[in-house]
């Protein structure tokens, strides 16, 4: 009399549906990791239909050599202040945008932009566009 189940259990275990699992995650993982930057700000800017109605009030540049210039006329460092606000006084939203050469010291810059603090004026940094 044969007293063994047919039924045998083997101990043996495939892999194949593990290897397609792994492969499954890491095809996942490769797809998503280049989503995640984490240096990098991820901003929906607003789109405007018209233009715009900033208009230039007042410009002051700053050369290499350190002259000063409000809209193409040099201005000493001292009569900066003074020059600005009689220049803006009377201007509804005051703006000045402010021009550095390359190499200018940034506390020359960071004077005139104390100025417009001070004042309340505005103040737009232009650069040149690459």
Excluded: W
Excluded at 83 to 98: F, N
């Amino acid at each position: 009399m044969n007293l063994r189940g047919r039924n045998k259990i083997s101990p043996e275990f495939s892999m194949s549906s593990m290897t397609d699992i792994v492969f499954l995650l890491l095809i996942f993982f490769m797809l998503t990791s280049p989503a995640i930057t984490p240096e990098a700000l991820d901003l929906i800017l607003p789109k405007a239909k018209g233009k715009t109605t900033t208009k230039q009030n007042i410009s002051v540049s700053i050369t290499k050599d350190l002259q000063i210039y409000i809209n193409k006329e040099r201005v000493s460092n001292s009569a900066l202040e003074r020059r600005l606000k009689a220049e803006l006084s009377g201007v509804e939203d005051p703006t000045i945008i402010l021009r550095a050469e390359e190499g200018v010291p940034i506390e020359k810059a960071v004077n005139v932009m104390d100025i417009a603090n001070r004042n309340k004026y505005k103040i737009v940094l232009a650069v040149k566009p690459e």
